[in-house]
């Protein structure tokens, strides 16, 4: 019996008995082709066959370089059906075998193994990026208040549809209530800051592993903005909204909590006026009132700024929620910082009826916290409106970012083959030749 050793690469021979061998494709070794050799049987009375195999998994060759393709355009994730609950982020079957293993080490009555923050205690690595975000937010704020002085924008009244342009687009794509009426066409008027950064707002608990709010007690607190309630709860200190600093862990068995700490009370507020008060900076409510127009050789400057805090912002969220637990509703755009969802039955979306009113509560997307609201990308402000038959033609991107890359910033690299920058858009006549 003749036999190759499997590390040379090319062509094997092999001499074999008329046994019969499973020659499985397995591994690299995927084709297999019998060359059958024919014998006098006085000179053997076995029957040799030859094997050749060729080997499918050859290396690449060391001086050879993957060219990197980039994309020319890139199509926005679908828009969900609200008739339906939002996909959970992680595998629902991933959700209940971690059920099964803390209900069975409850039954055992052994504790669950718990690390900050989910013990409540800080991570100290998480309280300079939590700093770094509420500065970036408070530069976000203040640069996007200017530029809206000098970048006009536009809101339909009747959906959420935002443009960025002298005019606004004739694209019939509005899904208001009096959409009929209008034939899908948007109903205009002049856009604020809260129609490029979408207010999210959660309650401000003093306490996130202390009692839950119910219907009856939402009153007692008070709806901040969530990435600020996110970042107090990371370690930023606000005085006028206090947070319990933990020094001993909590303790859980499966999802009862065994020690807590005990209860405590909140802390009175400290009375402030509303234009001292540090979350004046921290909300978007009159930004463009407190800061003026900026002077025409600025703008460039602050658009960049803008841009990158914009970024920082996004990415700090991002480390943030890898620890600090988000919880989102699953039909509507309630949002709470914390290890559990509140009680509040104020849900009205999809058959609220069977819920009571209540969240459907589950793990929240980075989108779900700092919403990017994408419009349609404009070439030029001052050129002719959007039409309805080239819109495959069109890119889109964050309305943050088409407003500072209309006052001079610089794209960032992921947002260029989603605004479509390479592809040119063809004269109405020209786009009906196109396959």
Not at 10 to 20: E, S
Not at 281 to 288: F, I, K, Q, R, V
Not at 412 to 422: C, E, F, G, S, V
Request: hydrophobic share 35%; with cysteine.
């Amino acid at each position: 019996m003749l036999l190759v050793s499997p590390a040379c690469r090319g062509v094997y021979l092999q001499t074999i008995d008329p046994n019969p061998i499973d020659f499985s494709a397995r591994g690299s070794y995927a084709s297999c082709f019998q060359i059958p050799r024919s014998i006098p049987k006085r000179e053997c009375s076995m029957r040799l066959r030859t094997i050749v195999c060729f080997n499918q998994n050859l290396t690449e060759h060391t001086s050879f370089k993957k060219r990197h393709v980039s994309t020319q355009n890139v199509d926005l994730p679908p828009i969900l059906p609200k008739n339906k609950k939002k996909p959970y982020p992680v595998p629902f079957q991933q959700i209940q075998e971690e059920a099964r293993k803390d209900k069975k080490l409850a039954q055992m009555g052994i504790e669950k193994q718990l690390e900050p923050p989910k013990n409540g205690l800080l991570v100290p690595n998480l309280v300079p990026v939590a700093y770094q975000v509420i500065d970036n937010w408070k530069l976000l704020i203040k640069g996007l208040a200017q530029l809206l002085h000098v970048v006009p924008v536009f809101a339909c009244s009747e959906c959420g549809a935002v443009h960025v342009a002298n005019a606004g687009h004739n694209i019939r794509d509005c899904n208001g209530p009096t959409n009929s009426q209008r034939r899908g066409s948007h109903s205009w008027v002049k856009g604020t800051i809260n129609d490029v950064l979408i207010p999210v707002e959660s309650y401000h608990m003093h306490d996130p592993f202390g009692r839950r709010i119910k219907h009856e007690t939402r009153f007692d607190y008070e709806r901040i903005p969530v990435l600020v309630e996110l970042c107090i709860q990371a370690g930023v200190e606000i005085p006028e909204y206090p947070c319990r600093r933990r020094t001993q862990p909590i303790r859980m068995m499966g999802k009862r909590v065994i020690d807590r700490g005990g209860y405590l009370r909140e802390p009175d507020k400290p009375q402030t006026s509303s234009l001292s008060s540090p979350l004046a900076e921290l909300d978007t409510l009159g930004a463009c009132e407190r800061h003026p127009p900026p002077t025409p050789e600025d703008i460039p400057k602050i658009a960049q700024e803008t841009m990158d805090a914009y970024e920082k912002v996004r990415l700090g969220v991002t480390k943030l929620m890898r620890k600090f637990t988000v919880k989102a509703c699953g039909y509507c755009s309630e949002v709470h910082v914390g290890p559990w969802g509140h009680s509040v039955k104020l849900c009205g979306e999809f058959k609220h009826q069977w819920r009571d009113g209540k969240h459907g509560w589950q793990d929240a997307l980075v989108d779900e916290v700092f919403p990017p609201n994408y419009v349609w990308h404009v070439r030029d402000l001052k050129g002719n409106p959007l039409t309805g038959n080239l819109r495959r033609f069109y890119g889109k991107a964050p309305a943050l970012v088409e407003i500072c890359m209309h006052s001079g910033a610089r794209v960032p690299q992921r947002y260029k083959a989603m605004m479509r920058l390479d592809i040119i858009v063809p004269d109405s006549q020209e786009a009906d030749m196109v396959a």
